[in-house]
């Protein structure tokens, strides 16, 4: 028989045990600080049909996607989890409750051009709020607020959320009586990536005057607190409806974050901000790590008119934002962020000493309805191969069960860290494990 060389297709990330169990807390982490926010879970198909993932066709996304036929039916693999929630909310509204607050952990799949920290298979985390016909802007502000609580309990202290309001940009654009705004949008919002000079190259070649890019560079490089920079918008009195309603958007949001305990080191108003994406109607946001700029934006999103326009009539305004949990861990891992490079999997592991396995599985279960974590070694050998096993995964208490600690109804537990170890009561032993 002919052996296959075992191999993965490249863009596509598998771990080891434990770096699998960093990125499970990781993931476990988000979820409950989603959870908390009273975001609801919702899981959407892997696949879809190809007629409602491209429903607005052409472009990137398209290329991008994988797509085959299973006999006459067209399918792709989803690239978002935001087109899947369109058409969920469209296809289940009359049982949802409106604003319906989502979150969906899940992998995605884009056939993007191979390359280091890029992935064709990767988790998005996401949450949106979406309105049936209107939804308040104070939905908006609440949003750093869930950025500020998963990160700090992700284990991030210096970061900042950066906000912004696509109505100031389109506002001051046609104040400017730019042209090919959104070709604006797209230059400007490559500033912190290829800097001043090359996009005052960029803005030339669209043929933009020379007083209109002075007065663009200087609009988006206003810096100051974000009442500072508040302040100076209004002085501006520019006479534009967009431009005022986003202003005053900006300004509710700003306003309310500060109500959420957001420190305002953690969040800024940031007028490069522009997000690509061309649904992004209102509040935007983008969350860097201070520690590590070289990753970028590791949380973004923002606000959009309407989710669902191409798979229903009714008007659902919604704001979210998405994680990119798989291409952060992967970054972190590179940067040397986490601490611990090996978590336990158990917090103990019970080794039976000759003839005690009924013993070692009456004290496993009482373990773990008192809420230890823990495995049993079964396998023969010396105590030494035993201890070795617990030591390479790293679970600190090892539980050696033999004759006496049978006859006493004990537990021999050793802390495999100090080489202590002391017979105990099943209640002290659960103790001494949990407060260790």
Known sequence: MDIVKPSILPGFMELLPADQLLFNRMLDTIRLNYEK???????????????????????????????????DTDLSM????????????????????????????????????????????????????????????LNDAEIPGVIYSTFKDLGFESFTIRINNRKVLNGFFSALALPNKADVLRIIDKLDKIGPEAVIKELRELGIEESAIVRLMTFIQLKGSNEEVLTKLKAMGLDDPEFNLGLEELTQVIQHVGLLNVPEENYQIDLTIARGLDYYTGTIYETILNDYPSIGSVCSGGRYDNLAGYYTKQQLPGVGISIGLTRLFYQLKEANFFKVENPAPSQVLIVPLGDTVSYALNVAQKLRTQGVSLQIYYEDGKIAKKLGYADKLSIPWVALLGENEVAENMVTLKNL???????????????LIQTT
């Open 37 to 71: 926010f009273g975001f609801l879970p919702i899981d959407t198909p892997i696949i879809e049909k190809s007629e409602i993932l491209l429903a607005k066709g052409g472009g990137e996304t398209e290329k991008q996607i994988y797509r085959f036929n299973k006999g």
């Open 417 to 431: 860290q100090t080489g202590e170890q002391k017979s105990l009561r099943l209640d002290e032993a659960v103790r």
């Open 78 to 137: 989803r690239f978002d989890l935001t087109v899947p929630l369109a058409r969920y909310v469209a296809l289940h509204s009359s049982d949802l409750t409106f604003p319906f607050r989502r979150y969906q952990l899940g992998k995605v799949f884009r056939g993007e051009r191979n390359q280091k920290g890029r992935f064709r298979e990767f988790y998005q985390c996401d949450i949106d709020i979406i309105g049936n016909g209107q939804l308040s802007i």
